[in-house]
């Protein structure tokens, strides 16, 4: 229970601090838009009815991703001012505590652009789906938690690196295709209807067996990386 | 630091002129003495190349995940063999890298020649291209990273890429699959004719003996670069106990 305890204790800082300035999402739904947009002037939707749903999965998790690049790499610049670092590290909870804390933080707020981000996503892009919707509601946040957890965990990653906006998409990337093949299939499926519900929760279960596999060696490792030197 | 006996030097050189010799003998048999493909014509001699470097570069990853896990291990227990299994990893790594870059390369041309496409998006190929950003991530990890973790940090990236893996691949042949049927043990109709085989077995073979004469070699480069860099700490040290207070 102490653990959770942390897990709660780290999560609240984050969202007080984020709350405090608001730079990480306002950023994030801006650049998400802005990519809505340009991918919708590049692919001119509207025209083409069909090819807009059956790219839109694709266009969607490519927003998102970049999205969430843009606000992962500097959700650990505040633990890098004042030396907040070196007191995480001498702190008796466990790193891990950290870790899970700050990748819930960042769910939430990607989640949160994304919820914002959808009806935005239906309007530029004339979308009705013609599968079940609901299952979107499950599908989002899994996909969510694969991009965010390994996204927080590279982002610890390159802390000390040189270069380190660079390194997080050059890591996370290779990292999360499997993850991304998964929630792009579940979701264009969803939405064209092509897919029928068997493979459908074929893809939602490898994207949820993907977040545990990755989760737990993401907390296993998280101290490691940490205390790197 | 441990000498760089003759013996040790004569050995690498047997070894380094071993695998050119099998490798000459190897081109030999693949270009001009085993039977041509029936249905490719010469074209279908790069598989001679192709199919035994592919083999290869997914040997080098697993030594790769071996030496970081026992990096990992030593890391705190005893510093010095954790620098050798770094050592390793590293060489293993650019190997892995050196390795499908030329599988990838060497199927986009014979796929381009037979099928008409340079790629296509199906297991195999995918898993390949994935093995080859996975470890060229690995590649730039380690230098972007700063000094005193870049060891640590490429460790546990080894550790996501060898998790990553097995993923990959159940997943995109799941997926969808274009691919031949696997030559060797397919099925009906499939497998080498036992006249090719020679072909096929001194490239592999010289391959082989080549990939760890260039992982040895790397390695030593290596563990010259951290004896040099120890030398030089210690250098540092003993100056600085030498300043007068």
Known sequence: MKYLRHVWDHLRKDLRLEWRSRDSINGMLFFALLVVVVFGLAFDPTSYPTMARQISGGILWVALLFASITALNQSWAREQRNNVLEAQRMAPSPASALFLGKALANMFFVLLVEAVLAPIFIVFFNLHALGNVWLLVLILPLGTWALVVNGTFFAALGLRARNRELLLPLLLLPISLPALLAMVQATTGVLTADLDPIQINTWIKQLLGYNIIFTTVCILLFETVLNAE | ?245
């Open chain 2, 1 to 245: 630091m441990e000498q760089r006996t003759p013996t040790l030097r004569s050995v690498a050189w047997l070894w380094f002129g071993i695998s050119t010799a099998v490798l000459i003998i190897g081109f030999r048999q693949a270009i001009f003495l085993v039977p041509t493909d029936a249905a490719q014509g010469n074209v279908g001699r790069i598989f001679y190349y192709h199919v035994p470097i592919a083999m290869l570069s997914l040997i080098f990853p697993y030594i790769n995940f071996a030496a970081s896990l026992f990096y990992l291990y030593w890391r705190r227990r005893d510093p010095l063999k954790a620098l050798t299994a770094d050592a390793l990893a590293l060489s293993t790594a650019e190997v892995t890298v050196v390795y499908s870059s030329i599988c990838l390369l060497t199927g986009m041309l014979w796929g381009r020649a037979t099928w008409g496409i340079w790629w296509t998006w199906d297991p195999r190929l995918t898993s390949m291209l994935l093995l080859w950003l996975l470890y060229v991530s690995y590649l730039m990890l380690r230098r972007f990273s700063s000094t005193g973790q870049t060891q640590t940090l490429a460790a546990v990236l080894s550790v996501f890429a060898a998790v990553d893996v097995p993923i990959v691949y159940m997943s995109i042949r799941w997926w969808r699959t274009q691919h031949p049927a696997p030559v060797f043990g397919g099925g009906p109709g499939s497998g080498v004719d036992p006249s090719m085989l020679p072909a096929f077995y001194w490239n592999l073979a010289g391959w082989t003996l080549w990939g760890i004469c260039i992982v040895l070699f790397r390695f030593s480069l290596e563990r010259r670069r951290q004896h040099a860099e120890q030398e030089a700490a210690l250098q540092a040290i003993e100056a600085s106990l030498e300043i007068p207070q």
